[in-house]
């Protein structure tokens, strides 16, 4: 009796291991799968069995992941939300700045967490779950709700300053409201509509950014509500009149200095700006302070205060540098920002009319940017999607095919053990073979290694990072009384501590370390370790083993889904069809050193199936001998099946466990083509026959797997992409050169003999084709609906013209990404390429995601200008060149402010997304980077709608004075 024939391995950093593998339902939430997974695992937990060692000590059996999505779910959506929340406070500083009145603000700070509210709400009543993607589309839409906000506030505060025939503040707010409700309108659902191209994406892109554009459209629509049915009566009751009770006034500044102080006491610093509130308010009732300097005392207050909260939560300099550090720059950048849009409100009205008095000179300024934007986007390189970091790698290589199993259990073994050398890895698995699934159908030639590796710094359960205890010398006190020092900090007087100093610190059990506010954050990486990058090279490194192939940069998820989608395991690769194996694998074999020609491929990546490899006993029954014998077939057949394989008889009962009986021959017995010949068959009356008298046994090449797609059977030829190349781009270069290779009939295609280029790439090909249908289509209807709003071919040009200058700004922003010399120079210790995460950009379903959502935005502040040119042209009905430039130039210092606010929170609510490192941030850059783009230059688009206006009507003047 013996076992069944062995087809996998599992190794855990060097010592054999049994694993499991769960997969969850389809349509299910993971990590709630996870949980329950986890909940189950606590209650085997107690029963899983033991035993006593010779030693005396307990062996517990222990279940353990080794691979656990959840901290790269938490990690994913603790960086957005960190970004959102960030993004708030940015936008209600700028609110507080450029408003400058503390009321105001307040109530369209307001909006923002309402109308975020109310997102979750429809979330959860249209079942979309919350992931990195669909939280994005609240993200990139903030910029958007406040200025609904902000241009609605705005109108109203202008109205009441100008309130001199003493109309009720209902009255004025009504008044406010109506004058810009058709503007507001228009422009959110120029925004709206500009999202329907994501919603007609299928496929893998369908899945993944249909969630962002509800939640987007959601947010929008939330925030419509909010402004034109909540704000109109929240204002009324706001900018009132208060009464003149000062015992009540004292009592309510009380409870605002009590209540912060309480805040402090819990931790809450904000509570800080809580008690300048209540004192500053009661200097005003003490007429220490008039009603102006109070006002600018809470604007001053509450300014300081989010500049606070920013440089705590934000620390756009490192956790490794000083709060201190942090609030200069979160200042001065802030600061700066602010300052340039205060100089741009102030300088307005001088660049219009200039712009006016000089038309062509000026307009051929837009007409360049959109030119160079147009060659930038021919230029600019093409992927699918940029690589989410999982925190984790899969070392994918592969041995030999004839290799057996101690063999492949020996390699698996050795490159675990190479692997766990490595500092910044934590734990590393791996397998050769197939699981006991057919979501699997690996050979065991074929390893898994899943690499998880340490985060950069040690974080505390809520998974940030932590700082701990050191001494006056630079050492980190353990809970045993040794010392350690981080090779990423300096350390003195190193003899003192020769006895009770760690000689490996980053090995050390994280455990020891010691908590402290005051200390020091601890590194897990070496000084030389910057990046993901640089541990997959350390890992290449130790992995170059003797009849091992290399394996390209793979990451678990992302490799399973290029593996759903196309069969390989390798983003790239082309598949080769055909009817015979071996003319498959020769193809393949000549396309190898062709691919290793062309630009952009990763020689060390290229690789071809050897498909017909693998050696087989043949073993050839003779059937003129098995006659001889009296002997069919099947009687040999048999014999062979017990021998060789082994066969299941019978079951034994043990309670309610059953296991089979197999009978198989002995190894030793079976180990070789003579033992196998020796094996006896018995022959009715007479004696039995050994097996070479009745078969011919040879050994013989043949597939180790043999794959079909399309009725015919395939091979692949896996390949990678440099550093710096686009995936469509280094396909193509590859296609070009094997069709040079081909007409220069240096490369003959076999009869029979087809190949095809496969990978992800090809998601990226199919939605081009759907945007590029979908997207024009968008195109007019939102210019049907500023026709609607304007009913005027003429006008509606003019505020669609933003579209076309904030799309060239966009590609702009994307091109200045991969210069190396744009912001190449450091600010107090950080180099600001690095701070905002500058590199090469590639057009991606991300990046087209982020276009979309400029295509609205961009329209916003020209719809608001526009309706106002209207309404003032319809009001002073100008007669001369004069007065039309007048009117013009009165039109646009009013409407300056509310233009400049939503333009400048669209820009700074992004600079967080811009500068976040954590999980996640690879994804919501790409979508940022068209907006901040976009939105830079779209201020120009303040100058332009103006100046066209203006044209059109000196043009409509003059025809009517002919």
């Known amino acids: 009796m013996g076992p069944a024939v062995r087809r996998g391995i599992l190794d855990k950093e060097g010592a054999e291991v049994v694993g499991g593998v769960v997969v969850a339902r389809y349509g299910a939430n993971p990590l709630e799968v996870i949980n329950n997974v986890k909940e189950k695992i606590k209650e085997l937990s107690a029963g899983l069995p033991s035993k006593v060692l010779k030693d005396g000590t307990t062996s517990q059996l222990t279940i353990v992941p080794f691979y656990d999505r ?63 993607v669909a939280l994005s589309g609240i993200a990139i839409a903030i910029g958007t709700m406040v200025d609904v906000g902000v241009i609605l506030s705005e109108n109203i505060i202008r109205h009441m300053d100008g309130n001199k025939g003493g109309l009720s503040i209902n009255e004025v707010v009504y008044n406010a409201t109506s004058e810009v409700s058709g503007a507001i309108l228009t422009a959110v659902l120029t925004t709206i509509i500009s999202f329907i191209p994501v919603f007609t994406m299928v496929g893998a892109e369908g899945k993944l950014f249909r969630p962002l554009a509800f939640t987007k459209t959601m947010a929008l629509t939330a925030s419509i509500i909010v402004a034109l049915f909540l704000i109109p009566p929240f204002a009324a009751i706001i900018f009132r009149k208060k009464g003149s009770n000062q015992v009540l006034k004292y009592i309510w500044n009380g409870i605002l200095i009590v209540l912060g102080s309480v805040a402090i006491a819990f931790g809450y610093w904000p509570g800080l700006a809580l008690i300048a509130f209540g004192a500053i308010g009661i200097l005003k009732l003490r007429n220490i302070v ?87 986007m021919r230029n600019t390189g093409q992927e699918f999607m940029p690589s989410l970091n999982e925190g984790s790698f899969l070392l994918m290589p592969t041995s030999l095919p004839h290799s057996g199993v101690e063999e492949n259990k020996r390699v698996v073994r050795q490159l675990d053990m190479a692997v766990a050398t490595i500092p910044e890895i934590q734990t590393v698995v791996g397998k050769a073979g197939r699981t006991e699934s057919a979501l699997d159908p690996a050979p065991l030639s074929m390893y898994e290694n899943i690499i998880q590796y340490r985060s950069e710094y040690q974080k505390n359960e809520a998974g940030s990072p932590q700082r701990f205890k050191v001494n006056a010398d ?23 501590y020769k006895d009770i100093h760690v000689s490996e610190p980053l090995r050390i059990d994280r455990g020891l370390l010691i908590p402290d506010h005051d200390g020091e954050y601890f590194r897990n990486w070496r000084p030389g370790i910057q990046g993901p990058d640089d541990i997959w ?42 009817q015979d194996l071996k003319e498959i694998e020769n193809f393949g074999l000549q396309l190898e050193p062709i691919l290793k020609e062309a630009t952009g491929v990763k020689d060390e990546a290229v690789f071809a199936d050897r498909i017909v490899g693998k050696p087989y006993l043949l073993i050839d029954i003779d059937r003129e001998k098995l006659v001889r014998y009296g ?60 097996l070479s008298e009745l078969v011919t046994i040879r050994y013989e090449q043949g597939p180790q797997a043999i794959k079909s797609e399309d009725t015919f059977l395939v091979g692949y030829v896996l390949f990678d992409k440099q550093e710096g190349y686009a995936e469509v781009d280094v396909v193509e270069n590859a296609q070009a050169k094997i069709l040079e290779k081909i007409e220069s009939g240096e ?3 076999p009869k029979g003999i087809g190949y095809q280029f496969t990978g992800s790439y090809e998601n990226q090909l199919r939605a081009k084709k759907t945007l590029s249908i979908v997207v024009p289509l968008a195109l007019l209807i939102i210019f049907l609906i500023l026709y609607f709003q304007f009913r005027s071919v003429a006008t509606s040009l003019m505020v669609f013209s933003g579209i076309m200058v904030a799309f060239a700004g966009g590609f702009l922003m994307i091109w200045f990404y991969g210069q190396d010399w744009f912001l ?59 007065g039309i430039r007048a009117s013009v130039l009165e039109a646009g210092e009013k409407r300056i402010r509310p ?9 700074l609510a992004l600079l967080p997304v811009l500068t976040s490192t954590g999980r996640g941030s690879d994804i919501m850059i790409p979508m940022a980077i068209p907006s901040f783009g976009g939105m830079l230059i779209a201020l120009i688009t303040l100058f332009v709608v103006p100046v066209l206006f203006s044209w059109k009507s000196e043009m409509q003047l003059k025809m009517q004075n002919r």
């Open 631 to 690: 002997l069919v077939i099947e009687d040999v057949q048999q014999i062979l099946e017990v021998a060789l394989g082994g066969m299941t008889l019978t079951q034994t009962v043990e309670g309610r466990e059953r296991y089979a009986v197999r009978v198989r021959y002995p190894r030793e017995l079976r180990e070789n083509p003579t033992d196998i010949g020796n094996i006896y068959v018995p022959v009715q009356k007479g004696s039995p026959v050994p």
């Open 290 to 376: 008039d009603e102006k300097k109070a006002e600018m005392l809470n604007v001053g207050s509450c300014v300081a205060i989010i500049v606070f909260l920013l440089a705590t939560y934000w620390r756009p300099l490192g956790f490794d540098r000083s709060i201190g550090v942090n609030l200069i720059f979160v200042g001065l950048i802030c600061g700066v920002l602010l300052g340039v849009f205060y100089l741009f409100r102030q300088y307005y009205s001088r660049i219009l009319t200039w712009a006016l008095e000089n038309k062509l000179l000026f307009l051929s300024i837009p007409a360049v940017i959109v030119v160079f934007g147009f060659f930038i």
């Open 824 to 882: 190449n120079f450091s600010f107090m210790g950080e180099n600001l390429r690095d701070l905002f995460q500058m590199h090469a950009i590639n057009l991606s379903v991300a990046v087209w995601v982020g276009f979309i959502a400029l295509f609205g935005i961009a329209t916003d502040d020209g719809v608001v200008m526009a309706t106002y040119l209207t309404q003032t042209f319809d009001r002073n009905k100008p007669e001369s060149l004069k």
């Open 474 to 496: 630079g050492y980190f006190e353990l809970r045993n009384g040794k010392v350690l020092a981080n090779p990423n900090l300096e350390v003195t007087n190193e003899r003192n």
């Open 899 to 907: 233009c400049l606010m939503t333009t400048a929170t669209t820009i």
């Open 70 to 132: 959840t901290e790269l779910i938490q990690e994913t959506l603790g960086t957005l939300n960190e970004a959102l929340t960030l993004e708030i406070l940015i936008t209600i500083l700028v609110i507080v700045v450029m408003v400058f009145n503390l009321r105001a603000s307040v109530l369209i700070s307001g909006l923002l967490p309402v109308a975020v509210l109310m997102v979750f709400i429809s979330m959860k009543m249209f079942g979309v779950d919350a992931n990195i």
């Open 537 to 578: 090279n350390e890992i290449v490194k130790v992995t170059k083993l003797p009849g091992v192939t290399s394996a390209p940069k793979l990451q678990p998820i992302e490799t399973r889904l290029v593996m759903l989608q196309t069969g390989m395991r390798a983003p790239m690769g082309i598949k080769v069809k055909g």
């Open 747 to 749: 490369l003959v295609v």
